[in-house]
C-alpha cells in the first residue's frame, strides 16, 4: 500500500478563493505578457509528463494562453530565472529560496507539496568504506550547491558534531543529482548527494545509500513573482487545478503514471513505481505549520553564517489569512 498525503478539495478551494485577497499584497513593477505563460522545469521530475501530456496547455488556451515550458540544469538557475522575471512559475526544493533570497524582488511562495524524509541520500561506490558523513573528509563528493542536496549535507555535518565549515574539507564537485550520479557510477566521484529519482534509481542498482530520516525533511514547493500574484490570479487558479489533478493522478494510477515517466524521462518503470511507493503528492498553501518550517532552514543558515542575510519567510508568502 502506498504512503500517500493528498490534501481535501476543501482546503484546495480555500487556497483558490484566498487568491482574490492576494493581488493587495504586491505592486507590480512590470507588465507581464499576459497571453503566455511561462513554467520553469528541470528534466526527469514528475512535471515532465505533465509537460508531454500538455494538460495545462489544454486549460489555459481555453483562457487565450499559450504555455512556454524551459527547461533547467538544475533548480538555482530555475530559481534566479524567477528573480529577474524571465518565468512566471516553477517548482524547486524548499532550501534553494532559503539560500538564495535577495530581498524585496524575490520570488513568492505560492504552494507546497508533502514534506519526504526519504527523498535525499548520499550515495557512495559499490564496495565503498565510506559509512557516515565523517567518512567524506578529503573525498570527491558531488552536489549542487545551494539545493536540498546541499542543505541534507550541511545538517548531517551539524549533527554529527563537524560543523558546517567542515564542507571545506571536502573535494566539493558541483554537479545535479543526475550528473552526480553518472560520476558515482564512473568512479569518477566517491559520493554524490542525490534527491529522487535517483535515490531509487541508485538503490536498484544496489549503491549503498546513506540515509537520515530523522533530520527535518525537505519538500518541493511552488513560486511565482509577485507581477503574478498581482496581475493573473485567474491563471493561477488554472495552473493550481491542474496541478492537483495531476497529483491525484500520480496518487491513483501509478502505473499509468510510472509508463508515462518512463517515456518521458527515460528513468525505468520499476524505479518510478519504486518513487511513488516513498513519495507523498498532494499540493497545499503554505499553511502557518510550513512557513515555520521554512523559516527554520532561513534560520539555520543564517545561524551557521552560510547566509549572511536573515529573512521573514512569511513576508513573501501568499497568506490564506489576507
Not at 65 to 70: G, Y
Not at 95 to 110: E, M, N, Q, R, T
Not at 235 to 251: A, C
Request: glycine share 6%; net charge negative.
Amino acid at each position: 500500500m502506498k504512503k500517500k498525503i493528498f490534501w481535501g478539495s476543501i482546503v484546495f478551494i480555500v487556497l483558490l478563493s484566498s487568491l482574490s485577497g492576494f493581488t493587495t499584497l504586491f505592486k507590480s513593477e512590470g507588465s507581464l505578457d499576459l497571453k503566455k505563460f511561462r513554467i520553469g522545469y528541470i528534466n526527469r521530475d514528475t512535471l515532465t509528463a505533465l509537460k508531454d501530456q500538455q494538460l495545462l496547455e489544454n486549460q489555459l488556451k481555453k483562457e487565450g494562453i499559450s504555455v512556454e515550458w524551459i527547461e533547467f540544469q538544475d533548480e538555482v538557475r530555475l530559481y534566479q530565472a524567477l528573480e529577474q522575471g524571465n518565468l512566471d512559475f516553477g517548482k524547486v526544493g524548499d532550501a534553494v529560496p532559503a539560500f538564495l533570497h535577495k530581498g524585496k524582488d524575490s520570488p513568492i511562495y505560492f504552494a507546497a507539496e508533502p514534506p519526504n524524509p526519504n527523498a535525499r541520500a548520499i550515495a557512495v561506490s559499490k564496495g565503498s568504506k565510506i559509512k557516515g558523513v565523517k567518512d567524506l573528509i578529503g573525498k570527491k563528493v558531488a552536489y549542487t550547491k545551494f539545493s536540498n542536496e546541499h542543505y541534507f549535507l550541511l545538517q548531517l555535518l551539524v549533527k554529527n558534531g563537524l560543523g558546517t565549515d567542515a564542507i571545506e574539507d571536502f573535494e566539493s564537485i558541483e554537479a545535479t543529482s543526475s550528473e552526480g550520479m553518472e560520476l558515482l557510477q564512473k568512479g569518477e566521484v566517491d559520493a554524490a548527494v542525490v534527491s529522487e529519482p535517483y535515490v531509487s534509481q541508485l538503490k536498484s542498482s544496489q549503491y549503498p545509500l546513506i540515509f537520515d530520516g530523522e533530520l527535518p525533511a525537505n519538500a518541493d514547493i511552488y513560486l511565482t513573482t509577485k507581477e503574478n500574484v498581482k496581475e493573473r490570479k485567474e491563471t493561477l487558479n488554472t495552473v493550481l487545478q491542474v496541478i492537483y489533478e495531476y497529483d491525484d493522478f500520480l496518487t491513483n494510477d501509478i502505473h499509468l503514471a510510472a509508463e508515462f515517466l518512463y517515456q518521458s524521462t527515460n528513468i525505468l518503470h520499476a524505479v518510478w513505481m519504486a518513487v511513488f511507493e516513498n513519495e507523498a503528492y498532494g499540493i497545499s498553501p503554505f499553511f502557518e505549520g510550513m512557513i515555520a518550517e521554512q523559516q527554520k532552514k532561513v534560520d539555520f543558515l543564517y545561524e551557521q553564517k552560510v547566509i549572511e542575510h536573515h529573512y521573514n519567510v512569511a513576508d513573501y508568502v501568499v497568506k490564506l489569512d489576507e
